[in-house]
């Protein structure tokens, strides 16, 4: 254990909170004379510039830049998401990015409102078509910024919090209206609602919580391996009295199906987790020897309650060493999949502290140790969740409420357990396959017979068979009528298998149609289908087909699942600044594409190149480590592997389609 003065640091920190008062009033004159500066071009009254505030104020010590954030007001009423950006260094403005509203008081329609903060709750609750039940109560007020906190247990997992706010509307004017945040308890949400101040109707509505909902460029290298990445070994305080170790997919591996797991003894960052991944409370030992500590909290919520289920617990040795076993049941493999959860979501944590999303740029964490910053907000990580397949998400409140993410398990695919295995003298091998949605479930080992209808392509079963297949595997060719009646035709010839060749270039075919049938049924590309045909020329073909019930992937498995989720909470923190999460709100927003990004820098391995086929989830989705994953194609230079330009914006509406482009 290294020694660690304490007492050292206080003393240093201590005279730099009277440098911070100074730079910020410093800050005020040189925004203020940059805005009157700029007013001519962006066609600013006087009043438009002349009231606002500093909302969020911090500085990187790496690049000597300080980060200023101002949101432009009208009698003290703050515009909802009316923000600029300052990047100042050395007394000059570097980087500036406009968001003040022009012309703004000659828009606003009141600074009344007549409804009252409680009375806004109500109209919320009846747009999101919820019913008001339980007692709400007011349990704080700030007049400052016209905030106010109520507390509903049976509504909101968290207080509701409400605030006078002036919002833009779709034909250019400036309502009054009251923010509605709204945490929905036994759901995925965290609405935020703003309604007419005035008369209670609905204006606009945003989600902390963005879904990632699946369905079944070059590549920066500024990383070309996670250990190059240069993090300061010098920390202030002391590390942890027992040394913990954590048998998990190590970055940069994606997932089990790019590498080993591995028994990594205390990956921690001794700058950006001081005590260790389980403390927090600033005293050298561990609080927590479950997967919860400053940074996460990783637990199953399999029954959607979004309250900390099972955790995995490694003794007072703090030692997380547990088994996997591939495509097993989700349940058998729990403690390792949480112990991975709460593994990768440490990890980006301390790798994206040393790059700058620290605690006064608003990042997630517990206790931060006196480094400035709100806490009380470390990432919820919920495993197993229960509210859906096929998903994860991420919650992204402001600066001192924690983030929630959701991983959710994923369908799994029949192809990864069950197989086609040939034996003849001319080819001896294993065939890949796609299993009939049709098919039995079960294993039969029998002679290959290709079958013969005798008329028109008379191998494909559009007709009577007329050769003996009885307790043999028919060999059929894709053609006009439907997989599942050719299924169906070499059954009732006494077939116990089928195999389907297809009748055109590419993979085996997918295979759809019900009922259940009573044998294992496949489908093989026309490439197979021609070596089998060939085989059959030369002598006997023995076939083992096995078919089988695929179980669940866990997506906290993917590594590079997790690291976009959290990519939603620094992209939603950093916008607009800490204290502000709902800039990312409209179609056209970069949060996937950034969250794409990061996922794809943190697993990065040494040789890659900017022209290989990278995906996204290709273990949850059950596909090849080069395959396009749960994105339109995989991410590549080569425009034979993603033929995307900035033209295939337009057909791209949905925000996961931007965000790839």
Known sequence: MKNRAITKIILTLFPLFFTALSYSQQNLKIISTYLTTEREKNNWLPGDISDWIITDQYSDNTTGITHTYIQQRHHHIVVFNAISVFAIKENNIVHFQPGLISQLEKKINTDQPSLT????????????????????????????????????????????????????????????????????????????????????????????????????????????????????????????????????????????????????????????????????????????????????????DANNDNLPGYSPNGGVNLHFDFPFTPFATPITNQDASLTNLFYINNMVHDILYNLGFTDAAGNFQQNNYGRSGLGNDHVLAEGFDGSGTNNANFSTPPDGSSGRMQMFLFTGNQTICSSLNINSSTFTGAMSIGVGAFSAIGSVTDTVILINDGTGTVTDACSAITNNIAGKIALIDRGTCSFISKAQAAIAAGAVGVIIANNVSGAAPGMSGTPVLSVPCVSISLTDGNTLKSSLVNGVVTATITTCTANQLDGSFDNGIVAHEYGHGVSNRLTGGPSQASCLINGEQGGEGWSDWLSLVLTIEPGDQGSDSRGMGTYASAQPTTGAGIRRFPYSTNMSINPQTYASLAASSEVHNVGEI
């Open 117 to 300: 903060p409680a009375s806004a709750i109500g109209f919320a609750l009846r747009h999101l078509s919820l019913k008001e039940k339980g007692a709400i109560k007011l349990i704080s007020t700030d007049t400052t910024f016209n905030r106010f906190v109520f507390d509903a247990p049976s509504l909101s997992i968290n207080p509701i919090k409400v605030q006078l706010v002036y919002r833009s509307t779709e034909k250019g004017g400036i309502r009054l209206a009251w923010d509605v945040s709204i945490d929905v308890k036994g759901e995925s949400h965290w609405w935020n609602v703003r309604v007419d101040a005035l008369t209670g109707a609905f204006i606009d509505k945003n989600d902390f919580t963005l879904q990632c909902k699946f369905d079944m460029s070059e590549i920066p290298s500024i990383i070309n391996d996670i250990s190059s990445i240069s993090l300061n070994t010098q920390a202030p305080f002391a590390m942890p009295l027992v040394i913990p170790d954590y048998r998990v997919a190590p970055l940069p591996v994606e997932a089990p199906s790019f590498g080993s797991r591995i028994l990594l003894n205390d990956p921690s960052n001794p700058i950006a987790s001081p005590y260790g991944w389980h403390d927090t409370d600033a005293i050298a030992g561990a609080e927590f020897t479950i997967t919860r500590g400053n940074n996460v909290h990783a637990y199953e």
